[in-house]
């Protein structure tokens, strides 16, 4: 991942320590932004930065021109919504909002308009997803803006469409590509664990890395593996415990108990879930799997247990996703025709010679039939 799409204009350096930096120029003028690049501080440096002064405290309201995109982006900052997510989420959003507002900064908010929008999507048509997510963004910019009220009085945003992405967004693993890439990659090694550790758990990656022997728990139904997701830790999610899958449990019992997390590095350190996603990235193009990624496995997980008739609650428990919406999401690529012989098994005659289809009454059928007759006549 390359800093600068984040935070446009914030280049590193090494200063007469050794110890590495990160600097912004704009006019001439150089801004310190200090050394943990995606930091509160480090954010905070930027904004100010971005303003052109050299402001160490909380950017606010009053120190940008009231009512531009510059002053909305630093209420944003200081609002609930933004402060409730995790800080991964924060730098995704920062990632857009950021390059938004390099570039349009200086405009007024109150005369965003429709088709300022529309344009604004159709610059990003080349790339459906990532148009989206910047309509997503802008959308709670915009919001925030009607909230305030002199402003804007609705959300130009609100009348426009997302972009229809035919794939679905990351490619669901097959059966067969999962197969080939155990395969390639043999009981043992690392990608062979990585692989298995995520399809049996459902985990993503940012949740995957730091799994250890620590998260598996011994009860009186057996052993479970145990962890919060990152994505939820913030608010104080449900807590994700799920069975160890006697496959997966045969994998780990071959990592060592010393080692801190599954996935750690050479060096013994927790694997960075981007380190993660590129490591996925090199070992799926071994095994010539080029639409295979990380984020699949988490949608092979949840199409392997809707197949197997586990309802989306159900799901929903492993996975730890908040709503059914985004549980349907992820099980669009289950085996449609395994599922409807599953469905309609559950239509034929149980084993006691029982029917499971309800036979109406025939008298309620005539009713009804009456009744539509005399709707006729009248």
């Known amino acids: ?106 405009k007024r908010v109150e005369g965003i308009k429709r088709r300022h929008v529309e344009d604004l999507i159709a610059e990003k048509h080349d790339t459906p997803a990532a148009a989206n997510n910047f309509r997503k963004r802008l959308g709670q910019l915009l919001d925030l803006a009607v909230e305030l009220e002199w402003w804007l009085t ?78 939820t830790r913030k608010s104080n999610g449900v807590l994700v415990s799920i069975p160890l899958h006697p496959d997966l449990a045969e994998v780990l019992d071959a990592s060592p108990k010393e080692r801190g997390t599954f996935l750690q590095t050479n060096f013994g350190m927790i694997r960075s879930a981007n380190g993660l996603g590129n490591d996925m990235r090199k070992w799926c193009d071994l095994a010539k799997l080029p639409d295979c990624s990380s984020h699949g496995l988490r949608k092979a997980c949840a199409r392997r247990l809707a197949e197997a008739g586990a309802t989306a609650p159900e799901i929903m428990s492993i996975t730890g996703h908040k709503t059914l919406s985004e549980v349907q999401r992820y099980i669009a690529d289950a085996n449609r025709e395994l599922m409807a012989d599953s469905g309609i098994s559950k239509l034929i005659t149980r084993p006691n010679g029982e029917q499971t289809v309800v036979n109406f009454p025939d008298t309620l059928a005539k009713e009804k039939h009456n009744n539509l007759k005399m709707k006729e006549k009248t």
């Open 154 to 231: 609705a959300n130009p945003v609100r009348q426009t469409k997302a972009y229809e992405i035919e794939n679905g967004g990351h490619h669901t693993w097959t059966e067969a590509e999962i197969a080939r890439f155990f395969g390639v990659h043999k009981p043992g090694t690392l990608p062979h664990v990585a692989v298995t550790l995520m399809l049996y758990t459902g985990a993503a990656r940012v949740d995957a890395v730091k799994l250890g022997w620590f998260s598996i728990k011994q009860t009186d139904e057996g052993m479970r593996l145990e962890y919060r997701r990152q994505k």
């Open 1 to 106: 991942m390359k800093h600068s799409k984040q935070y446009p204009g914030a280049t590193p350096y090494t200063d007469v320590r050794g110890k590495r930096r990160w600097r912004y120029r704009k006019n001439g003028r150089q801004f310190q932004l200090g050394t943990e690049y995606g930091s509160d501080e480090f954010v905070r440096r930027y904004e100010a930065a971005v303003q052109g002064s050299k402001v160490v405290g909380m950017v606010g309201a009053d120190r940008v021109a009231a009512g531009t995109v510059n002053d909305l982006v630093a209420r944003f900052y200081r609002g609930r919504t933004y402060k409730g997510l995790s800080e991964g989420t924060k730098r995704s959003y920062r990632g857009i909002i950021e390059k938004f507002r390099l570039d349009h900064g200086s």
